[in-house]
C-alpha cells in the first residue's frame, strides 16, 4: 500500500510521482470509434458538409442516496466510462467543522472499501476533500484534507482487512477548488462540501 500526501511524500510503499493534478487529471480516456466512410453511399450529408472528427462521449450514470431532500445526497455514486467517484457530503460524514468521522460514517467507508475489493481495482484510488468558500482559503485547505486522511484511514485499513492491502493512494485536500455548485447559496455550498473516492476499474 502507497500513501501520496499532497507534500508528495510517499508512505508504506513505492514513491509515485505527484505534482498535485486537478481531480480529473491522469484519468485514461476511451478511444474513438470506428471510422466512417465519409464516400458511403448510405451516408447523406448537405452538399458541402464534413464529419466532425470522431469521438467517444463520456456518459456519467448518477445514483443518490437522498437525506430528508431528495436534492441533498448523502452520497452519490457517479459511474463514467472510465471511473467511479464516490461523493460522500461532509455533514453525514462529520461533525460541523470537523474531520472526526460521524458514528455512521465508518459503515459507508467500508461498504466503497468493499466495492473497489469486489471490482479487483489496481489503479491509484484518490480520495480527495473539498470545501466550500465560507472563511479562509487556507482553513479550507487545511480542514479538506484532514478530512481526506480520516476517510483513507478507515478505506485502507477496510481493504487491508479484506486481504487487498496492496494500493497506491492519492489523497489531497483542494479546499475550495473544483466547486460542483454554485457557492452562493446554502443548499449549493452544503454540495460542495464533500469527500471524493474515486478509481478506475480494470476493463471488463
Request: charged share 20%.
Amino acid at each position: 500500500m502507497c500513501l501520496v500526501l499532497a507534500a508528495g511524500t510517499a508512505v508504506a510503499g513505492p514513491a509515485r510521482a505527484d505534482d498535485n493534478p486537478p481531480p480529473s487529471a491522469g484519468l485514461p480516456t476511451a478511444t474513438a470509434p470506428t471510422p466512417v466512410d465519409v464516400h458511403s453511399p448510405d451516408l447523406k450529408l448537405p452538399e458541402g458538409a464534413t464529419l466532425a472528427p470522431p469521438k467517444v462521449l463520456d456518459i456519467v450514470s448518477v445514483t443518490d442516496q437522498s437525506t430528508v431532500s431528495a436534492s441533498q445526497p448523502q452520497e452519490r455514486q457517479e459511474t463514467s466510462n472510465t471511473t467511479v467517484t464516490y461523493a460522500l457530503q461532509a455533514e453525514v460524514v462529520f461533525g460541523k467543522n470537523s474531520s472526526t468521522l460521524s458514528p455512521s460514517a465508518a459503515s459507508r467507508i467500508r461498504a466503497i472499501a468493499d466495492d473497489i475489493n469486489a471490482k479487483h481495482v489496481t489503479s491509484p484510488i484518490r480520495v480527495f476533500g473539498f470545501t466550500d468558500d465560507l472563511g479562509s482559503s487556507s482553513h479550507g485547505d487545511v480542514l479538506s484534507k484532514q478530512r481526506a486522511d480520516a476517510v483513507y484511514n478507515v478505506l485502507a485499513a477496510q481493504l487491508s482487512s479484506l486481504g487487498d492491502a496492496d494500493h497506491t493512494f492519492q489523497v489531497r485536500g483542494y479546499g475550495e477548488q473544483y466547486p460542483i455548485a454554485d457557492n452562493s447559496t446554502e443548499s449549493g455550498r452544503r454540495e460542495n462540501r464533500r469527500v471524493e473516492i474515486t478509481f478506475t476499474p480494470p476493463a471488463a
